[in-house]
């Protein structure tokens, strides 16, 4: 609608003045502040027409919100659970989740644009200005503060009589101490726990996969196999504690291509065990480049050589992984030769 | 009683209901006095301002379906065997905290809705807060009377951070526990007292059966709880100190310039909760978002590639990834440097930014209020250093995502790391100086433009035939505008030998301040704002450009 559409009668004889702190035009200073620029009506302020307009607009969107809502409960009664739709461009969703989102946000989206817009176009938009007060409480009322709290400090007596607020100070620090004292049931002492894991001699190595305890001859070139201690079972009470120090990566390699004597002399015909957490802070390493020998922690890239003894090339960790000193038992199977030597995992205080 | 009492009472008698209830109200809550001083507050408008709303929002958002998670949520470590409905993981051994969540997933309607708004709404909780504290610091709205605002503000983003660690590890599935795990390694490496923060932590060795527990009382009770007292805290500064304005035409640090609370921002910013929630809500309709079921139960043996913490941890990811793994074995005691310095530059990151403001106020020695927000070329160290500090964070953040950005961008892994290192030494110097420049010449060209005017476009051919551009000069508002800002001083250190020849002793810390103080608003490093008299000099001598 054009302006000459607006009839004569609802145009304003002028657009409003300034108003509210209105600064003097300086002649002087041509950076003086001009004050508040004059008010500029909006096609609504003038015309009722379009503020009718504005009007069926806002009340448009919050009826689109009720019948959202009703949409809402629709869906939560009528669709099953588990259904699941195609929509374009993104894929299966689930049906349930995909009308129940969408219905209530339009339905909160329309209540927010409709409010909004009656804000926008039918609130008055003249613009005020409020004055500011200083944070800073006057001379007078800081100097009787002060003066109260002198007084009141002086009727303590709190700074002439020494052994009270000697005692009293005593006491309160003290008394935090029971609160910290109720922490210790938080938990034990570590004691030695991160020295030892569940392998000791003569427990076999069992396939993490198959549950059976592994031969040599299970373990190919190239692979990389994950094996748990005889023994240990998921159902087991303390199956995760006990699985985060024991877990073990198993690779077989050339014993030629064995660069580390240590290592060499704890394998078993080229088969080496070490622990599958990784040194730095305790994620399981499961990537391995068999042309190299490199495995790699897929959360923070640690790399370690597993044919020179496990040693750090790459990454945050500080330290090569413990290698199981590992055997054949008699009926043939895989076996530890003992805990590792050293603790497993992140390095902490007390490993040394 | 008396006539007179009686009399208004009977008046009252007739006045409308909702007058009758405010009245009563106000003789026990005294609200009238309140609405008084707050109900036709003035607020300004300018968008940047709606950050801090999106934050309030979405954090009422996270309150209200945490609490409807809460109803189905099992907080507890127990392991079961999973019958719900969703078939590949039947029969699976896991706790009860990831069963309830497969639970709330998949066979309580509109579970799965709240459990993605939840989540969906504390990534954008977090990234509002975070552009929010930009804004506030880019602008210079720290300064006084603000401080103690901004580190509530501070505290909140901190703390916002904790209790979405502690909320995304709730489920116990496979990559969150990836996560704790992460974090019980980091807390090893504290020298003396790591293995026993790390036991009482978990209650024993990791993972234990007591941490989900634990997280749950402080992912919902103890954090939230400090959070909305410092929300609150936050509010009730920000209606006491009133909004700061951006200079303008009748903008001063003596007023406030806007529109009322009611109605217009009753309804705008009423309103505008509701587009958030809308906004969020259709979000989590159609983005999926941590899919625990995807991921299976937390087992300390397997972990999947890629894992990656919620975005705001991702700094800290960084750190740790980029620093090389180094170990000091003495005495029988390891010192871990290579987690422990990531640990402790972690808060350090932080605390920079917070501490920002006093040592603002320290070197301008400036002890006024400031009301009228500065525009960030107008501070250009400030905005630099704030640049730099943005750097360092992306830079970690980046870090954070080598494994990413190596598989996504095809590059070398090692290079990702190698890249990281150095930059996060180089890039926030490299950042300093290209913004503080920039800001400079964005200083130079509003100077121009105040002194010569705007270029309009339009070329002008002289009868000697020269051709030059038709400059514009700005009105009045815009001149104000543009030259409304202070410009400090650098601080002196003064005579050091007095009259008599005795010298002076200068403390350290007044050096220090004074090299500041140069390097903030000395020659070069900000450029003089014009003066009246160079635009009346150039404005009687029209013509020439």
């Known amino acids: 609608m054009s302006s000459q559409d607006i009839p004569e009668e609802n145009l304003p ?106 804000a926008r176009t039918l609130m008055s938009d003249a613009e005020v200005a409020d004055e500011r007060h200083a944070i800073e409480a006057p001379a007078d009322v800081r100097a009787k503060v002060h003066a109260d709290f002198r007084l009141g400090a002086k009727e303590s007596a709190l700074g002439r009589r020494k052994l009270i607020r000697n005692t009293m100070f005593g006491a309160l620090a003290l008394v935090p101490l029971s609160g910290v004292m109720l922490l210790g049931g938080l938990g034990p002492a570590p004691g030695t726990k991160l020295r030892h894991t569940m392998w000791a001699k003569g427990k076999r190595l069992v396939n993490m996969n198959t549950n059976q305890p592994l031969r040599p001859e299970d373990v190919a070139v190239g692979s990389l196999t994950f094996a748990k201690p005889d023994g240990l079972e998921e ?17 077989r390699l050339q014993p030629d ?31 391995y480049e068999q042309q190299t020998h490199h495995v790699l922690c897929p959360c923070h890239q640690s790399t370690f050589d597993l044919s020179d003894g496990a040693r750090v090339i790459f990454g945050p960790a500080g330290h090569a992984l413990p290698q199981l000193h590992i055997g054949v038992d008699s009926e043939g199977y895989l076996q530890a030769l003992g805990d590792f030597e050293e603790p497993v995992g992140p390095a902490f205080w007390e490993r040394g | 009683m008396s006539t ?17 209830i405010a009245d009563w109200a106000d003789g026990r809550l005294g609200i009238y006095s309140l609405a008084k001083a707050n109900m036709r507050k003035i607020f300004p408008d300018h968008w940047s301002f709606m950050l801090g709303e999106v934050c309030m929002y979405s954090f009422i958002i996270i309150i209200l379906t945490g609490v409807y ?20 993981l039947q029969g699976q051994l896991m706790s009860e905290a990831f069963n309830s969540t497969l639970h709330i997933s998949f066979d309580v309607r509109g579970g799965l809705l709240m459990r993605q708004i939840h989540h969906w709404a504390a990534l954008i909780f977090l990234a509002g807060m975070f552009v929010h504290m930009m804004r506030v610091f880019f602008t210079g709205a720290f300064r006084k009377p603000r401080e103690v605002n901004w580190l509530f503000g501070f505290l909140l983003f901190v703390l916002g951070m904790f209790t979405g660690f502690t909320g995304y590890s709730l489920p116990d599935d496979l990559l969150s526990g990836t996560g704790v795990r992460f974090m019980e390694g980091a807390i090893l490496s504290v020298p003396i007292v790591g293995t026993y923060l790390s036991f009482f932590l978990f209650g024993g060795e990791f993972p234990g059966h007591d941490f989900v527990a634990r997280f749950y009382s402080i992912h919902i009770l103890l954090l939230p709880g400090i959070m909305l007292g410092l929300m609150v805290g936050h509010l009730i500064l920000v209606f006491y100190h009133k909004h700061t304005q951006f200079a303008g035409p009748g903008k001063t640090e003596k007023n406030v310039v806007g529109m009322p609370l009611l109605p217009v921002y009753m309804a705008k910013a009423g309103g505008f909760f509701f587009l958030v929630f809308g906004v969020i809500a259709a979000i989590a309709a159609v983005a999926q978002i941590n899919p625990i079921w995807a991921m299976g139960p937390y087992r300390p043996d397997q972990v999947s590639t890629g894992a990656q913490p919620d975005w705001y941890m991702g700094f800290s990811e960084g750190l740790i990834r980029f620093m090389p793994g180094w170990e000091i074995n003495l005495w029988g005691h390891t010192l871990v440097l290579g987690v422990f310095i990531p640990l402790v530059i972690f808060p350090l990151v932080l605390v920079a930014i ?67 290192r150095i930059f996060f030494f180089v890039g926030p110097v490299i950042a300093f100086i290209v913004t503080k420049r920039i800001c400079l010449g964005l200083q130079r060209r509003d100077r121009d433009k105040v002194l010569h005017g705007r270029e309009t476009g339009i070329i002008k051919r002289l009868p000697h035939g020269e051709f030059v551009e038709v400059h514009e000069s700005l009105s009045q508002e815009q001149l104000h505008t543009l030259t409304a800002h202070h410009q400090y001083e650098p601080a002196e ?42 635009y009346k000099e150039i404005a009687s001598g029209h013509g020439h450009h």
């Not at chain 1, 003045?17 to 609504?44: K, M, T, Y």
């Not at chain 1, 159902?235 to 690779?251: N, P, R, S, Y």
């Open chain 2, 4 to 20: 007179a009492e009686n009399e208004s009472s009977r008046s009252r008698g007739k006045a409308p209901a909702g007058e009758r």
């Open chain 2, 354 to 420: 917070a501490v920002y403001p006093f040592i603002e106020s320290w070197v301008t020695g400036d002890k006024s209020e400031h009301h009228i927000l500065d525009r960030p070329r107008n501070a250009p160290t400030r905005t630099g250093l704030g640049v730099a500090w943005m750097t360092l964070y992306l830079t970690l953040l980046v870090g954070g995502g080598n494994d990413l950005w190596a598989t996504h961008f095809h590059l070398s892994i090692n290079a990702v790391t190698w890249f990281v």
């Open chain 2, 69 to 88: 998670l809460t109803l189905f949520f099992h907080p507890s470590m127990n392991e079961v065997q999973y019958h719900g409905s969703y078939v590949p």
């Open chain 2, 493 to 534: 250190i003064g005579a050091t030998v007095d009259e008599n020849g005795v010298e002076r002793k200068v403390p350290a810390s007044e050096k220090l301040r004074s090299k500041l103080s140069s390097a903030y608003y000395g020659e070069d490093n900000q450029i003089p704002k014009p003066t009246v008299e160079e």
């Open chain 1, 235 to 251: 159902t087991d009470e303390e199956f995760q504690t006990e699985i985060a120090k024991a877990a073990l990566m198993i690779v």
């Open chain 1, 13 to 118: 004889a002028e657009q409003d003045h300034a108003h509210g702190a209105v600064g003097i035009a300086d002649e002087e200073n041509p950076f003086s502040d001009p004050g508040l620029p004059p008010h500029e009506h909006r096609i609504q302020d003038i015309d009722e027409r379009a503020a009718r307009r504005s009007e069926r607009m806002v009340a448009l969107l919050f009826t689109v919100s009720m019948l959202a809502t009703v949409a809402f409960i629709v869906a939560y009664l009528v669709i099953p659970n588990d259904k699941s739709i195609f929509v374009f461009p993104i894929g299966h969703l689930s049906a349930m989740n995909f009308t129940l989102g969408l219905t209530l946000g339009v339905a909160l989206f329309c209540i927010g644009a409709g409010a909004v817009h009656w």
């Open chain 1, 257 to 287: 291509n064995i660069k580390d004597k240590r290592e060499l002399d704890w394998s078993h015909e080229g088969i080496v065990a070490f622990s599958k957490i990784c040194t730095h802070v305790g994620c399981p390493i499961s990537l």
